[in-house]
């Protein structure tokens, strides 16, 4: 491996990657195989300009580390997302009130009230942490059936 390795050094790196097209699309070798020649750091970066175009043939250069370095940050962005919108709704809805109305009367009533649907303001609950009844509570309720108590408010994070 490492002599072809050399080899594919001494070539431009389209043709490696030319190549490395070849070996994927043919099968004439694994995709360990193939991973294995891409191992080295050295390999790695004389294919970095073509990177994309490895990409496309599901031929990945990062290291394990980068990859879950990626993963990590990409989770990060995730979260201070969906914070900046609880954050945004939060100032755009008042939570208490919208959680005893979500008790008081169907998620349909209160989302016509909102100018919503009631997907809308399913979305809306999640994102601020309100708890909403569970499927058959209001057919129980209208049953005279026993619902119990709503759980109480969850905090919504750090603004609470």
């Known amino acids: 491996m490492d002599y072809i390795r050399l080899g594919l050094y ?6 490696t990657v030319d190549l490395l097209e ?3 699309k043919t099968k004439c070798c694994s995709s360990e195989t193939i991973q294995s020649l891409l191992r080295t750091p050295r390999i790695r970066q ?3 300009p073509h990177e994309q175009r490895l990409l496309r043939l599901r031929l990945d250069l990062r290291t394990t580390r980068e990859k879950a370095e990626q993963a ?3 989770a990060e962005q995730a979260q201070a997302k969906t914070t900046r919108q609880a ?3 939060a100032s755009r809805y008042n939570r208490e009130r919208l959680y005893e109305e979500v008790w008081s009367e169907p998620v349909l009533a209160v989302a016509k009230k909102y100018g919503l ?3 809308g303001l399913a979305k809306i609950c999640k994102k601020l942490n309100v708890p909403r009844p569970g499927l ?3 057919a129980k309720k209208a049953a005279a059936k ?3 108590k709503p759980p109480p408010l969850p905090p919504l994070g750090k603004w609470d």
């Open 10 to 15: 001494e070539i431009n790196p389209e043709v």
């Open 22 to 24: 070849l070996f994927v």
């Open 46 to 48: 004389h294919l970095k």
């Open 72 to 74: 990590r940050v990409e």
């Open 87 to 89: 954050y945004v709704l």
């Open 117 to 119: 649907s009631d997907v």
């Open 136 to 138: 058959g509570y209001w």
């Open 146 to 148: 026993p619902v119990g």
